[in-house]
């Protein structure tokens, strides 16, 4: 998983953060991709995506395809975000949201 941010390089060096005013708008970062099942590569529909620890979700349609919004600021200063994917029938997955370019987006999901 991927949300792509130009000024932001691979490498993550951690800096001291300003505290956020609480009246400025939250940045959103949108991370898109498919959702498939491992044992016959078809889009699974209904798979459901969580940020761990906070309200971020999102859901994958009926081709499988997810858009999944959250705050830029849970991934800023070097912090690992993770995300848990799952469905009725399938093995849950737990992956961790990474900033940058060159991403796969798309998931795998294996049957129990």
């Known amino acids: 998983m991927e949300a ?14 300003a505290p956020r005013d609480a009246a400025t708008a939250v940045q959103l970062g949108t991370v898109v991709g498919r959702i498939f099942r491992q044992d016959n590569g078809k889009p699974l529909a209904g798979a459901h995506l969580q940020m761990m620890g906070t309200p971020y ?13 959250f705050d830029l600021a849970l991934v800023d200063n070097c912090r690992t975000q993770y995300v848990r994917v ?6 849950a997955r737990l992956l961790v949201l990474v900033v940058g370019p060159n991403r796969s987006e798309d998931v795998l999901l294996r049957r129990r």
């Open 4 to 17: 792509w941010v130009a000024e932001r390089s691979d490498r993550c060096t951690p800096h001291p953060s």
């Open 57 to 69: 979700v999102a859901f994958t349609d009926g081709q499988g395809e997810y858009q999944f919004h």
């Open 86 to 91: 799952s469905a009725p029938g399938y093995e």
